[in-house]
């Protein structure tokens, strides 16, 4: 299986700064013969489902703000917010999706200071 | 548009077999490149993939639960449908099923999720 590792586990970032999550796979999830990176980023609101953010490890779902942003390759991720919002507070999770089991990180938590 | 919606027991015994059904609307599991995931999140917890099955009916399985899971679609009635037997606590869990597009991003449209507790 491949093992994702998101860090921090938790953070706190005022309205409007930078938020910055790291996502790293024990493999690589990118697929030579296409140059994809099968990385999806996903924000989880209390009570809600998932809602995927970035797919292809940099491309944003329709209608997701463009203060959302992926970059990275291989096994190395970033889910970037680039000016947090309230309405951002919520766990984000990054999953792989190169191969089954599609596994997911632990979750980073993120709040407003 | 596109929507999901998990249907089954709220509740199961220990050892008991959970069936849980995915019915959906908007889109077919006979188009090429589609398919359903059945992904799980215990309370407070985080996601767990547990299935999925494609349009060709290829099907997949979390090798954790493999010996437990049968995965199954029944395309005339838009519905995909999963089973997992001998049922322990540790499976308590809300339950997700997603639409899955092999072009676009992997799960993007969920249904709400249905909460199983396995308690006797």
């Known amino acids: 299986d491949i093992v994702m590792t998101q860090s921090p586990d938790s953070l706190a970032v005022s309205l409007g700064e930078r938020a910055t999550i790291s996502c790293k796979s024990n493999q690589t999830v990118l697929f030579s013969s296409n140059n994809k990176n099968y990385l999806a980023w996903y924000q989880q609101k209390p009570r809600q489902p998932p809602k995927v953010l970035i797919y292809w490890a940099s491309t944003r779902e329709s209608g997701v703000p463009d203060r959302f942003s992926g970059s990275g390759s291989g096994t190395d991720f970033t889910l970037t917010i680039s000016s947090l919002q309230a309405e951002d507070v919520a766990v984000y999770y990054c999953q792989q999706y190169y191969s089954t089991p599609w596994t997911f990180g632990q979750g980073t938590k993120v709040e407003v200071k | 548009q596109i929507t999901l919606k998990e249907s089954g027991p709220t509740l199961v015994k220990p050892t008991q077999t959970l069936t849980l059904t995915c019915t959906f609307s908007?889109?077919?599991?006979?188009?090429?490149?589609?398919?359903v995931g059945w992904i799980r999140q215990p309370p407070g917890k985080a996601l767990e993939w547990v299935a999925l099955i494609y349009w060709d009916d290829d099907k997949r399985y979390s090798p954790s639960l493999k010996s437990r899971l049968t995965i199954t679609k029944d395309t005339s009635k838009n519905e995909v449908v999963v089973t997992m037997t001998n049922m322990d606590p540790v499976d308590t869990a809300t339950y997700y099923c997603a639409h899955v597009d092999i072009e676009a991003a992997p799960l993007n449209y969920w249904g709400q999720g249905t909460l199983v507790t396995v308690s006797s």
């Open positions: 908007g889109f077919s599991l006979s188009t090429s490149g589609l398919g």
